[in-house]
């Protein structure tokens, strides 16, 4: 083998561009002159960055300590910056202080600095899992603001969350009223009054004001701005943001809601409540008197590449206060709490509309069937969360057999009509619109209905749709384990994988392959009896071969689509087809005899053929009519 040779020339000239790049580099380095310039030179930008923040909160935010009586400077300096509200300055409560109101189910934290509540907490619900000791906290570290853009009368525009308010606790029998009062002068206010009752998640929340026709520009709305960045909840990130969105009430009673966009904005008229909706828990803010128009915003802030994320949702509103009589006067409500259809529909206020529990005939399913059944299941009989499901499922499929049998048993008759199909295709085979005539000639005669298959089985699709919206609402089965899951709303991980697979995930349900190995059996089972009722039509697709790539195909649709669903719904397709399984191995082994149903067609052939339905009527009258028309062109040729 050749030696490689290194020619000396190249060795030189690489070691003299090498050294001429180290001499530029070393010539360009600042001197420790330029680096000192440098340094002073940003931090004057820094330090004229902080002074201009500095001067802008001068100009729009309330001073947080209250000015010292008798010192007419510091007054005199608040009323350039307040004008008429500078009095809220000067009083007591002009500092950064806290009135917390709570009963049974909820604790909230209303700050003097913008009256709003700053906290808000479900003392009933742990977030992440069972145990986690860590209580839902809906608002809490500045996530959230209520804002009312001031336009006063000298021009200024000032926000309530930057102005102090004075807080006054009072008790109405066991009812907690807090009134927060923004003053301009001693009976001039501003003022948010939140009543809370015991054992309630239902807050009053009345605005209003008096006296301030001179402080206040009447002539146009106020602002009012609500803000909400959403916590994480729950152990699926992905699977809550999925549910989180902006619903709302408009136009008498119509529910609606944003888009899950990356972001996404929308402007709606006649909003009577508005909804800040996660997973399992919700902030609503309802009016008795509806904002003329509500702009929307909703934002995503879940990165698809981050596992561990602290916000899924950014939630904004904007809605107009009409003054009425040169005064604010708004009769409102806050609900912080649970996402349970049960609890959003006893306070009447169409909030149950909230859950995404499916429109038109699926909606009315799990409204009509599955909610009041489960909710019997789980909470009258009391039984386990998982043991419910299993029998919620049973009376499903149970309550649809009757069905599964007509389907089946259309199933049986055309399986044994096939030879007698198979025989016209070859006697017709260059006559296609022939072959279609005698075929329904035979159907006709043997009185098969060859639609009797299908029919059945759209009945059933529904209930199967209605569950995939069902199960990731049902509020009761959050952090209820069952088996190996510990929460059935959300995945049962048996193994974290150290990598994250496309569409799969980084960890692996048990219960979706549960499910996947189920439905491969069951189509195993139904495919050779489809293929076998379904004789071969020319020009179409080989059906045969389809249902073959279908039994591979589905289980492994349901096994991806599955692994970050909740085990609830998983638990509910395992146990559906397992059952199913069981009836039609019933059904095809024990009720149903071939030997019995070909005789019978062998009879039914000899008799008078019956009248054709409707439908089959008019197939026939299409058919002669396109052989009439093939008859005549044909002729013109």
């Not at 912080?336 to 529990?357: Q, R, T």
């Not at 071969?545 to 909740?566: A, D, Q």
Request: aromatic letters at 12%; proline letters at 4%; one cysteine or more.
């Amino acid at each position: 083998m050749e030696e490689k040779k290194f020619d000396l020339n190249s060795i030189i000239g690489f070691v003299l561009i090498f050294g001429i790049l180290i001499w530029i580099m070393y010539q360009n380095q600042p001197s420790e002159k330029e680096i000192a310039a440098e340094k002073a030179k940003k931090e004057l930008v820094a330090k004229q960055e902080a002074q201009a923040k500095a001067d802008k909160a001068k100009t729009v935010a309330a001073p947080i300590t209250a000015a010292a009586p008798g010192d007419t400077v510091q007054l005199a300096q608040l009323q350039k910056t307040l004008g008429g509200f500078a009095y809220s300055a000067t009083l007591p409560s002009a500092k950064e202080s806290f009135t917390t109101i709570e009963n049974e189910k909820i604790k909230l934290k209303i700050a003097n600095k913008g009256g709003y509540i700053v906290e808000a907490v479900l003392k009933e619900f742990k977030k992440f899992e069972k145990n986690s000791g860590q209580l839902v906290e809906l608002i809490k570290d500045n996530n959230s603001n209520l804002n009312i853009q001031l336009q006063t009368t000298d021009n200024r525009t000032l926000n309530s969350k930057d102005l102090f308010f004075e807080p006054t606790l009072a008790k109405n029998g066991e009812d907690q009223i807090l009134t927060m009062r923004l003053k301009a002068g001693a009976n001039e206010f501003l003022e948010y009054k939140y009543v809370l009752k015991p054992n309630d998640y239902l807050v009053g929340f009345d605005i209003r004001s008096q006296g301030l026709n001179r402080v206040l520009n009447s002539s146009k709305p106020l602002d009012l701005q609500w803000d909400l960045k959403t916590y994480r909840n729950e152990k699926s990130i992905s699977y809550e943001n999925r549910y989180a969105e902006i619903y709302y009430e408009h136009e008498d009673g119509k529910i609606n809601y944003a888009g899950l966009g990356k972001h996404e904005e929308e402007t709606v008229e006649k909003v009577s409540f508005i909804a800040y909706k996660q997973h399992f828990f919700t902030s609503i803010l309802v009016t008795d008197k509806p904002f003329a128009t509500s702009k929307l915003e909703s934002t995503n802030l879940v990165n698809d590449d981050k596992i561990d994320t602290v916000f899924t949702k950014q939630f904004k509103t904007n809605v107009p206060l009409a003054f009425t009589n040169g005064e604010i006067d708004y009769k409102m409500q806050w609900y912080f709490g649970p996402a349970d259809y049960k609890v959003l529909k006893s306070y009447d206020k169409n909030f149950e509309k909230i859950i995404p529990l499916g429109w038109g005939i699926f909606g009315w399913i799990n409204k009509l069937i599955f909610v009041p059944l489960f909710g019997f299941l789980s909470s009258t009989i009391g039984l386990s969360l998982g043991i419910a499901i299993i029998i919620f499922t049973i009376i499903i499929k149970l309550a649809m057999s009757p069905i599964t049998y007509k389907s089946f048993l259309s199933q049986a008759k055309m399986k044994v009509l096939r030879p007698d199909i198979t025989e016209l295709g070859e006697k017709y085979k260059k006559d296609p619109m022939k072959k279609q005539q005698e075929t329904m000639k035979l159907y006709n005669k043997a009185g098969v209905n060859p639609m009797a298959g299908c029919i059945p089985a759209l009945i059933q699709l529904p209930f199967m749709y209605a569950s995939f919206q069902f199960f990731p609402a049902a509020f009761e089965l959050r952090q209820k384990g069952f088996l190996w899951a510990d929460d059935l709303s959300s995945f049962d991980s048996v193994v974290k994988l150290p990598f994250h697979i496309p569409l799969y995930g980084d960890h692996i349900s048990l219960f979706p392959i549960l499910a996947a190995i189920a439905i491969f059996f069951y189509m195993k089972m139904t495919s050779g009896d489809q293929q076998m009722a379904a004789p071969q039509q020319e020009g179409m697709p080989d059906m045969a071969k389809m249902m073959k790539i279908m039994i591979y195909v589905s289980p492994l649709m349901m096994l991806i689509f599955f692994n970050s669903y909740g085990a609830g719904l998983s638990l509910y397709n395992f146990i559906s087809n397992l059952i199913t399984i069981g009836i039609m191995f019933v059904i095809k082994n024990y009720i149903v005899d071939s030997d019995k149903i070909h005789a019978q067609i062998q009879e039914n052939k000899l008799k008078e053929p019956k009248k054709p339905s409707k439908f089959q009527q008019r197939l026939q009258d299409v058919m002669e009519q396109q052989e009439a028309a093939k008859k005549a062109q044909n002729k013109k040729k």
